[in-house]
């Protein structure tokens, strides 16, 4: 059982590139959510789904655009990548909105130069 | 959600108790108190949660004070690999989308 699984671990960007970051879950869940995470402000939410085909706004939706086509894959895009954007991405799962745990994957880093 | 207050870092030494606080004086009634972690460049760890029972599993064991405005995260026999980045958070447990709120959180440091 993998989990969370996220692609790529590591990424270098050019400003104004444009890359897919892909989450996968094995574990049937309907909630998904993307997380950037930055030295000194804790993990912030991005974008998150509530169940296949819906997507939602988070905190710091800006830049980013998601897709929810399959339920087990939940796609994080940057159209055109900033500097701004450099960060640890984490992707998670949870089953429903009243089970507590939430599954992380291992994060991707991303370096826009 | 309720903001929650933690201490910047605490120090344990190996294989003796870990007594994480954390303050949460402004909690409501329907919020639950749930720990994670981060151990270093890996993605957050669930670890326990709880209303207002105190919670054990195999992990940890969970106290919550009779008011609920604080509790504590013990791991009874700390080990090297239970240092980490520990963060508390409070949220109503039906919410909407299971937003968690990560707070900077307590950096465990275990030493030998």
């Known amino acids: 059982n993998a989990g969370v699984t996220q692609t790529p671990k590591f990424r270098v960007l050019k400003t104004g590139q444009s890359m897919t970051l892909l989450c996968a879950q094995d574990m049937n869940h309907e909630y998904m959510y993307w997380y950037r995470q930055d030295p000194g402000m804790g993990l912030r939410l991005i974008h998150y789904?509530?169940?296949?085909?819906?997507?939602a706004k988070g905190e710091v939706p800006d830049g980013y655009n998601v897709s929810r086509l399959k339920k087990q894959n939940f796609l994080l895009g940057l159209e055109s990548a900033a500097p701004s954007q450099t960060s640890v991405y984490f992707c998670a799962s949870k089953a429903y909105r009243e089970v507590t745990e939430a599954f992380f994957g291992q994060g991707t880093r991303l370096t826009v130069v | 959600d309720a903001k929650t207050t933690q201490p910047p870092s605490m120090d344990c030494a190996e294989g003796r108790a870990a007594n994480l606080p954390c303050n949460h004086s402004t909690i409501s009634g329907n919020e639950y108190v749930y720990w994670y972690r981060q151990i270093h460049s890996q993605g957050p760890q669930y670890i326990i949660h709880?209303?207002?029972n105190n919670e054990t599993n195999e992990m940890a064991s969970l106290i919550i004070t009779e008011d609920r405005k604080s509790s504590t995260l013990i791991l009874p026999h700390a080990t090297l690999r239970d240092t980490a980045v520990y963060y508390c958070i409070v949220r109503e447990g039906g919410t909407s989308y299971g937003k968690l709120t990560f707070g900077q959180g307590t950096i465990l440091t275990v030493h030998p």
């Open positions: 789904s509530v169940g296949e085909g819906t997507t």
């Open positions: 709880g209303l207002k």
